[in-house]
């Protein structure tokens, strides 16, 4: 059975940082893994995807210039590293699986969902 599970979020201070990972299970190959962001009384948006077998990654233009995207494949592991936050990042913080084809950008992509992570910001 195919699942990811995120942690890491919290509360945090604008202008701060804070980490959310996404541990994959379960999957026969290494997909391409993506965060979404979900603000209050908003659709579900784009942060940021990376190729597991390539490490190649894609951002958002939510994400370019303050998050980064790593990967620790022996631990099958995401690490979205968010620096410079602000309160309009606030919101739960999605991790997906791609095992198929579509756009990295794309929500209807992907096929499989975590349960999200909670990311606060205050002023």
């Known amino acids: 059975q195919a699942q990811l599970v995120e942690s890491g979020g919290g509360l945090v201070q604008a202008g701060g940082s804070l980490r959310v990972s996404c541990v994959s299970s379960?999957?026969?190959?290494?997909?391409?893994l993506g965060w979404f962001r979900q603000a209050p009384g908003k659709e579900r948006e784009f942060v940021a995807a990376?190729?597991?077998?390539?490490?190649?990654?894609w951002y958002g233009d939510i994400a370019k210039g303050r998050f980064t995207l790593s990967a620790d494949n022996g631990k099958n592991t995401v690490y979205l590293q968010m620096n410079r936050l602000k309160p309009k990042d606030t919101g739960v913080y999605y991790c997906?699986?791609?095992?198929?084809?579509?756009?990295?950008?794309?929500?209807?992509?992907?096929?499989?969902w975590g349960q999200g992570t909670q990311v606060t910001v205050s002023s």
């Open positions: 997906a699986a791609n095992v198929g084809s579509g756009r990295v950008t794309d929500i209807g992509s992907y096929d499989y």
């Open positions: 379960g999957f026969t190959f290494r997909p391409y």
């Open positions: 990376i190729n597991l077998s390539s490490d190649s990654a």
